[in-house]
């Protein structure tokens, strides 16, 4: 993995200053939160700022595509960068005010939601398509670990800052936003991404709805169709895991902080799944790569819900870990290479968003579940409804590839 991207060193250069911006973004998320609690007090404050976050990534991912399929992608990361350290910066010398925070949590959740579509147009564009799932792999590995290292850094700096000082984390984090774009600068100035997109004489509104409309023609394709479904029940089972997973400790007798080291379990699965993974499964079926690792996925979910000992629930957060990430660099390399170039941004950018109101509607509903019933419940239900889309996926993504391929011959020779 390390070495495909020392040998790619654009490529390379360009996860880094993605990474770098997702630990912005992380950093900054666990920033407000803390902040805010300590100031307020309020559980019901602070959880405005999740709130706003989801409703953020859900407005703009509805959008986001389109701007990136009709702007330069490179000019795109550069101006939200930029963009991004401004708001976290200001945050700085503005006074405590919860409104503060939701705007600014809220404003980085929508430049956010460009970096998406246009890391994708650039990555199609330097990297050989038979390298896409290596690629994808590695994006997703070092995209991992900064989901770990992010949190653990602002806590780390707040700890070290007096109560009047904490406010200095906000220029750390903005200044983490400056480098990304001085890294895209320096590294993709240059690139000029020509897409195949049809002239049209539309214009305004007109021109946007009917390039937003062409932004769900990859739906037609019954492959990603099934895979976008796959993504939603997924996300649906596993939404608030962290939160219903510390209530499943407690209710066992266990001390909530193990949590923790679950939650690290399950990211230590991702990561060795997503550097040794491409290896042995580039040349399965993509109905295995995609419904088996859902399958497979739901299994050792549910089975968190049943067991009561934490080295259990260890082992078999490690192996949910393990096949989310197996479909995790599987699924962005079927898009990739099968999305044409000209509409990539746009589906990117639906597909995020659709992603973010999935996301909102599964805490809802996995919270209300878990008061009603209990928390093991929402687990196991969750792992059947996972394990169930896995098994249907097989054999619905076997049949549709067959003759979708088919198909696209048959209009290829008319």
Same mark, same amino acid.
């Given at each position: 993995?390390?070495?495909?991207?020392?040998?790619? %060193?654009?490529?390379?250069?360009?996860?880094?200053?993605s990474?770098i911006?997702?630990? @912005?973004?992380?950093?900054?998320?666990?920033?407000?939160?803390?902040?805010?609690?300590?100031?307020?007090?309020?559980? /019901?404050?602070?959880?405005?700022?999740?709130?706003?976050s989801?409703i953020?990534?859900?407005?703009?991912g509805?959008f986001?595509?389109?701007?990136?399929?009709? !702007?330069?992608?490179?000019?795109?990361?550069?101006?939200?960068?930029?963009?991004?350290?401004?708001?976290i910066?200001?945050?700085?010398?503005?006074?405590?005010?919860?409104?503060f925070?939701?705007?600014?949590?809220?404003?980085?959740?929508?430049?956010?939601?460009f970096?998406?579509p246009?890391?994708?147009k650039? &990555?199609?564009?330097?990297?050989?398509?038979?390298? *896409?799932?290596e690629?994808?792999? #590695? *994006? &997703?590995?070092?995209?991992?670990?900064t989901?770990?290292?992010?949190p653990?850094?602002?806590?780390f700096?707040?700890?070290?800052?007096?109560?009047e000082? %904490?406010?200095? @984390?906000?220029?750390?984090?903005?200044? #983490?936003?400056?480098?990304?774009?001085?890294?895209?600068?320096?590294?993709f100035?240059t690139?000029r991404?020509?897409d195949?997109?049809e002239?049209?004489?539309?214009?305004g509104?007109?021109?946007? %709805?009917?390039?937003? =409309?062409?932004?769900?023609?990859?739906?037609?394709?019954?492959?990603?169709?099934?895979?976008?479904?796959? *993504?939603?029940?997924?996300?649906?089972?596993?939404?608030?895991?962290?939160?219903?997973l510390?209530a499943h400790?407690? /209710?066992?007798?266990?001390?909530t902080?193990y949590?923790?080291?679950?939650?690290?379990s399950?990211?230590?699965?991702? +990561?060795?799944?997503?550097?040794?993974?491409?290896?042995?499964?580039k040349?399965?079926?993509?109905?295995?790569?995609?419904?088996?690792?859902?399958?497979?996925?739901g299994?050792?979910?549910?089975?968190?819900g049943?067991?009561?000992?934490?080295?259990? !629930?260890?082992?078999?957060?490690?192996?949910? $870990?393990?096949?989310?990430?197996v479909?995790?660099?599987?699924?962005?390399?079927?898009?990739?290479?099968?999305?044409? &170039?000209?509409?990539?941004g746009?589906? !990117?950018?639906?597909?995020t968003?659709?992603? #973010?109101l +999935?996301?909102?509607?599964?805490?809802? =509903?996995?919270?209300?579940?878990?008061?009603?019933?209990?928390?093991?419940?929402?687990?196991?239900? $969750?792992?059947?409804?996972?394990t =169930?889309?896995?098994i249907?996926? +097989?054999?619905?993504?076997q049949?549709?590839?067959?003759?979708?391929?088919?198909?696209?011959? &048959?209009?290829?020779?008319?």
């Amino acid at each position: 993995m390390f070495t495909f991207l020392l040998k790619n %060193k654009r490529f390379g250069l360009l996860v880094a200053s993605s990474c770098i911006s997702v630990f @912005g973004a992380y950093f900054t998320y666990m920033l407000v939160i803390v902040l805010a609690y300590e100031k307020s007090q309020s559980l /019901t404050s602070t959880m405005g700022i999740t709130l706003s976050s989801a409703i953020g990534a859900l407005i703009a991912g509805l959008f986001a595509g389109v701007c990136v399929d009709r !702007m330069q992608p490179v000019k795109v990361l550069i101006v939200t960068n930029f963009l991004s350290a401004f708001v976290i910066i200001s945050l700085f010398f503005l006074p405590y005010n919860p409104l503060f925070y939701y705007i600014a949590v809220f404003l980085i959740a929508i430049l956010n939601a460009f970096n998406v579509p246009a890391f994708s147009k650039i &990555q199609v564009n330097i990297i050989h398509k038979d390298h *896409y799932m290596e690629a994808n792999a #590695s *994006y &997703q590995t070092i995209r991992e670990f900064t989901r770990i290292l992010a949190p653990g850094a602002a806590a780390f700096v707040l700890s070290l800052l007096s109560e009047e000082w %904490k406010g200095v @984390g906000f220029l750390i984090d903005g200044f #983490s936003y400056i480098i990304a774009g001085v890294m895209i600068i320096a590294t993709f100035i240059t690139l000029r991404i020509e897409d195949e997109s049809e002239v049209t004489e539309l214009k305004g509104i007109k021109q946007f %709805k009917a390039d937003w =409309i062409e932004g769900w023609e990859p739906f037609k394709n019954p492959v990603i169709a099934a895979i976008m479904v796959l *993504y939603f029940i997924i996300v649906l089972g596993i939404s608030g895991f962290d939160v219903i997973l510390s209530a499943h400790i407690f /209710t066992n007798g266990l001390p909530t902080i193990y949590v923790g080291y679950i939650i690290a379990s399950l990211s230590t699965g991702v +990561i060795l799944a997503t550097i040794i993974g491409p290896r042995y499964v580039k040349t399965w079926p993509i109905s295995i790569r995609l419904g088996g690792s859902a399958l497979f996925l739901g299994l050792a979910f549910f089975s968190i819900g049943i067991v009561q000992n934490i080295v259990l !629930m260890l082992l078999f957060s490690f192996l949910v $870990g393990c096949f989310n990430g197996v479909y995790n660099f599987s699924s962005p390399t079927y898009f990739h290479e099968n999305i044409p &170039q000209h509409v990539l941004g746009r589906f !990117m950018g639906l597909f995020t968003s659709a992603l #973010s109101l +999935i996301s909102i509607i599964g805490m809802s =509903i996995n919270g209300v579940l878990g008061n009603i019933y209990s928390p093991a419940f929402v687990i196991m239900l $969750g792992g059947t409804l996972i394990t =169930i889309i896995g098994i249907l996926s +097989i054999l619905f993504i076997q049949k549709s590839e067959t003759k979708y391929k088919k198909t696209s011959l &048959q209009n290829a020779s008319l």
